[in-house]
C-alpha cells in the first residue's frame, strides 16, 4: 500500500507551499492528502485498473494530482517536492519537525527574525525575541522550546505500525527464496513496543549467500552499511535500519529468544540460567558442565529455566519473570477474542466510508456488532454532526441495518467533552444513542487540576459510556495533557465507565501502565477499538490488543469479547 507514502509527500509539498506563502493551493494538497491517507484501497492498483480517471475518483484528488500520484508510482518521486525544496532553506524545512510549528509561523519567524533554522529558533526562544512578535507570546516560547526537545528525542524512531508493515514486505519478498526455511521479526517488533528502533530479522536458509544478496538489493534499501556472508545491514529509503542474520537451525530457538529481547529481560534470563548450571546466549542453551546443548526451542528454553514460556509483549522485566516462576502468568486478551469494535467514523464526519461499507468491513472480520461513532458538533474541523443532520444520519444508520444482515450496528458518537466538562449534547439527545463514547479534542493545556475536573465530571455524566484517549497523547508527537489517572480511575469504580484503548497507530492510549494500572489496581473494563476513519483503518484493531496484553489484560477486562447480549448489561442505552 503506497497510500501513506504518497499523503506524506503530498503534506510536504503543502507545507512548503504555505512556507512560500502560496494562496489556496496548500489546502488542496492537504484536502487530497487526507482522503489519500484513509483511502481503504491501494493507489496503485487504482492506477493500474483505471489509470489516471480512477485516481480522480478519489474526494479532492484533481488532474494535477493525480498526475503527480501517477509520477510516484512510475518514478518514486514527485518533481514538485524536489523543486520547492531546492527554493526554501533546508533549515526551514527541518523546522516542520517541530509540532505545533506549522509553516505560516516559520513563514512569520523567518521574515521577522531571520530564523533559518532549528538552532536559531532555540536562541531567539531563549532571548525572548519570539514573544515581542504579533501573535506569539511567552507561551509560544516556552511550547517551541518544549517540542524541539520532543522532536529531538523522537527523530530516530518509528510507530509500531510502520516497523510491522516494513518488516512484513521485506519477509513477504524474502519468503519467496526457495533457500529461505524460515523468516521472523525480533526485537521490538515481536514485543509490540509503540515505536520502534530498527528491524532485527532472523532467517534460516540453506544458502545464506543468495538471501543476503537478495535483500541487499531489495528496491527500498538506500544504503547497505555491512555485508557479510551470513548477516547485513542496511537503511532503507524509509529511514530505518534493518539488520537480517542467518542462524544455523540448531540455534534458531536461543536467537529467537535472544533477539526479541527485551535487554533487560535478557540479563534476568541469562542470570537464572547461570544459577541453575546452564550458559545462555544467542547461540544456545548449553550445560555448563558438559558444553552439550539441552534445549532447542524458545519454549524448551524457558522451560529448562523453570519457567513458564513468556509472551514477548511481557519481556520488559517488569514482574513477568516473577510470575512465570510462580505459574502465574495472565492468560493474555486475543485478537479472535474480540466480537466488534465500538469506536468508528464514516462520511458522515472525517470517514472516508459509508456506513454500510464499514459494517460490511467490519462483518469480514468477523465481528458481530459495531458501534458508528461520528464526531459531535463542536469538532467543526472534523465535520462533527449538528442536530439536523444527526437526525438524517440515523436514518442512515436505520437503512445499513436494513441493507447490512448478520451484523448489529449500534448508532453511537464520539461527543466531545468541552472545557468546562460538559457534553457537546444535552443529556436528551446523549440518551437517543446506543453508545456515547466521549473524548477531549481541544483545551489540551490546562493545569492538571483543571483538567482532572474537567474529565471526571464528564464520566461522571451517566449518559457517557466510554472515555475515549483518556491522555490525548500522540506518539512521539505530542506529550499527554496533564492528568490525575489515579483521582479518576477511583471515580470510575462507581460511574462504571468503561476506558477505551483507542488502537490508532500514534495514539494507543490508554498506554500499557494505565492499562495494567486500570485493571489490577481499580478493577476496571475496558474496550480496545480501532477508532477507523476507512475500512482498512479496522485492521488496526491488532495494535490495539497488542497494547492491552502488554498491560497484561486478560479477556475478561475487555468488554468488546463479550457477546452483544452480555454488552448490554454494561452498556445499558443499547436498544437493538
Ligand atoms: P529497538 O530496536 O530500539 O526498538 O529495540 P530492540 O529491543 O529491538 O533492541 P535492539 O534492536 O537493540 O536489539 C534487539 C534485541 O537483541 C534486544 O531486544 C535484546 C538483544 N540484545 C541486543 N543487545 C543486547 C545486549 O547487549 N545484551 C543482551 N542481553 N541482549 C541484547
Ligand atoms: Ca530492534
Ligand atoms: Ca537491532
Not at 512560500?20 to 492528502?33: C, G, I, L, S, T
Request: hydrophobic content about 35%.
Amino acid at each position: 500500500m503506497i497510500n501513506q507514502e504518497i499523503a506524506d509527500i503530498l503534506y510536504r509539498i503543502a507545507d512548503l507551499l504555505e512556507i512560500k506563502e502560496v494562496e489556496w493551493e496548500p489546502r488542496a494538497y492537504r484536502r487530497a492528502a487526507q482522503a489519500i491517507e484513509s483511502y481503504s484501497q491501494d493507489l496503485e492498483e487504482i492506477y493500474k485498473e483505471s489509470g489516471l480517471k480512477g485516481l480522480m475518483e478519489i474526494p479532492g484528488v484533481g488532474k494535477s494530482i493525480a498526475s503527480h500520484i501517477e509520477e510516484y508510482i512510475k518514478t518514486g518521486k514527485i518533481q514538485k517536492l524536489k523543486e520547492l525544496q531546492s527554493q526554501i532553506p533546508k533549515g526551514l524545512t527541518q523546522m516542520l519537525e517541530v509540532m505545533g510549528l506549522g509553516p505560516k509561523r516559520i513563514s512569520i519567524l523567518y521574515k521577522k527574525l531571520k530564523i533559518k533554522n532549528v538552532n536559531d529558533l532555540i536562541k531567539s526562544a531563549k532571548q525572548h525575541k519570539i514573544s515581542k512578535l504579533e501573535g506569539f507570546g511567552l507561551k509560544s516560547e516556552e511550547n517551541i522550546l518544549e517540542a524541539v526537545y520532543y522532536s529531538r528525542q523522537a527523530s530516530k524512531r518509528f510507530l509500531l505500525s510502520t516497523g510491522l508493515q516494513t518488516a512484513d514486505s521485506i519477509i513477504s519478498q524474502l519468503s519467496k527464496l526457495k533457500e529461505v526455511k524460515k523468516i521472523e521479526s525480533m526485537g521490538s517488533t515481536r514485543r509490540m513496543q509503540e515505536t520502534v528502533g530498527d528491524l532485527d530479522i532472523l532467517v534460516i536458509t540453506s544458502n545464506p549467500k543468495i538471501v543476503m544478496d537478495t535483500f541487499t538489493k531489495l528496491p527500498e534499501v538506500n544504503k547497505i552499511i555491512s555485508k557479510g556472508p551470513t548477516r547485513a545491514t542496511v537503511i532503507l529509503q524509509n529511514r530505518m535500519q534493518v539488520d537480517l542474520r542467518a542462524i544455523p537451525e540448531e540455534s534458531y530457538g536461543a536467537a529467537v529468544q535472544y533477539f526479541t529481547g527485551s535487554k533487560q529481560h535478557n540479563i534476568i534470563t541469562r542470570k537464572i540460567a547461570i544459577k541453575k548450571g546452564f550458559k545462555l546466549s544467542e547461540y544456545g542453551l548449553f550445560s555448563k558442565s558438559s558444553n552439550k546443548r539441552v534445549a532447542s526451542s524458545e519454549k524448551e528454553i524457558y522451560q529448562k529455566l523453570g519457567l513458564q514460556w513468556i509472551p514477548p509483549e511481557l519481556r520488559t522485566a517488569s514482574g513477568e519473570i516473577e510470575a512465570a516462576q510462580n505459574n502465574k502468568l495472565p492468560n493474555l486478551v486475543k485478537l479472535r477474542d474480540i466480537q466488534g469494535d465500538l469506536h468508528m467514523h464514516t462520511t458522515w464526519s472525517d470517514g472516508a466510508d459509508s456506513i454500510i461499507n464499514m459494517a460490511n468491513a467490519a462483518k469480514k472480520l468477523g465481528y458481530s456488532y459495531i458501534a458508528i461513532t461520528d464526531h459531535s458538533k463542536t469538532t467543526a474541523i472534523a465535520n462533527g454532526l449538528d442536530d439536523k443532520k444527526l437526525k438524517q444520519q440515523y436514518l442512515d444508520i436505520k437503512k445499513a441495518r436494513s441493507k447490512v444482515k448478520g451484523i448489529k450496528i449500534l448508532w453511537g458518537t464520539e461527543c466531545d467533552i468541552l472545557s468546562n466538562g460538559k457534553l457537546d449534547y444535552p443529556d436528551d439527545i446523549l440518551k437517543k444513542f446506543d453508545l456515547v463514547v466521549a473524548a477531549i479534542h481541544s483545551g489540551f493545556k490546562m493545569p492538571k487540576e483543571k483538567m482532572t475536573e474537567r474529565i471526571i465530571k464528564a464520566i461522571k455524566n451517566e449518559n457517557v459510556d466510554i472515555m475515549d484517549h483518556p491522555t490525548g497523547r500522540l506518539i512521539d508527537r505530542r506529550p499527554a495533557y496533564r492528568v490525575d489517572l489515579d483521582k479518576v480511575f477511583k471515580i470510575t469504580q462507581e460511574t462504571k465507565t468503561a476506558f477505551e484503548v483507542n488502537c490508532s497507530p500514534n495514539r494507543l492510549d490508554l498506554n500499557d501502565i494505565n492499562i495494567k494500572k486500570a485493571i489490577q489496581k481499580y478493577n476496571l473494563k475496558l474496550t480496545i477499538d480501532s477508532d477507523a476513519h476507512s475500512t482498512s483503518n479496522l485492521n488496526f484493531m491488532n495494535l490495539g490488543v497488542a497494547q492491552a496484553r502488554r498491560g497484561w489484560a486478560e479477556k475478561k477486562d475487555i468488554l468488546n469479547t463479550l457477546p452483544l447480549s452480555q454488552l448490554k448489561k454494561y452498556f445499558k442505552k443499547i436498544k437493538i
